[in-house]
């Protein structure tokens, strides 16, 4: 059996949401936003317009179809927004871990772990986002 680390989201009401941890091992704070979108983790992640957040997908299922080859840093070809990941953490409802896209070379989580990004699966990402659209 694989030893998962648990991980925990506490925000600043002091709700907290305990998960398991993936991509690096270490805290990080800031604010939690959220996007709505069904496809394109790897673009969002590497938005600029995340800089500095920590992110959270609503839909459920994140990682099936990995993550492409690292680009050329000279190049701005896609799925890429930009050279790097933006967020400083990840929050998904299911992460899987086996990926089956033809184009993909590493899984989303080895992508966040050499990038040295945080991320935690098994929290409702529905009602977590709930939570901040009515309360912040």
Known sequence: MI?????????????????????????????????T??????????????????LVTTYPLIGSYGVPAPRDPKSIVRPYESGQIQVQGLIVQNYVEAYSHHAATRSLGDWLATEGIPAITGIDTRTLTRQLREHG
């Open 37 to 54: 979108g069904m496809s394109g983790y790897v673009e969002t992640l590497t938005d600029p317009s995340y800089r500095g957040q920590i």
């Open 3 to 35: 030893d998962v680390p648990r991980m925990k989201l506490v925000l600043e009401d002091g709700t907290v949401m305990v998960g398991a941890g993936f991509g690096a091992s270490r805290p990080v704070a800031g604010e939690v936003v959220f996007n």
